[in-house]
């Protein structure tokens, strides 16, 4: 949810930079990207992660033999 604001924060700042044409938008523009580039890439090994631990359980429960 916070990257998908972000993602909108960035979008708006690189508007801004282009209608602007200064140094200090086109900074500020390219310091939230990278925030936003490391916010996309943890978002996605968190994602990776849940999956692997999901098929990992998975796994384990169709393994599972209760004792009687």
């Known amino acids: 949810e916070q990257v998908a604001e972000w993602n909108d924060s960035l979008e708006e700042l690189r508007i801004r ?7 200090l938008q086109a900074a500020e523009y ?9 916010a996309r ?20 429960l169709r393994q599972w033999q209760p004792k009687e």
Do not use: C, G, N, Y
């Open 17 to 23: 930079a282009l209608v602007s044409e200064t140094p």
């Open 30 to 38: 390219e310091e939230l990207a990278k925030h936003v580039l490391a």
């Open 41 to 60: 890439r943890e978002l996605e090994r968190r994602q990776i992660e849940i999956t692997k631990l999901i098929e990992r359980r998975d796994d384990l």
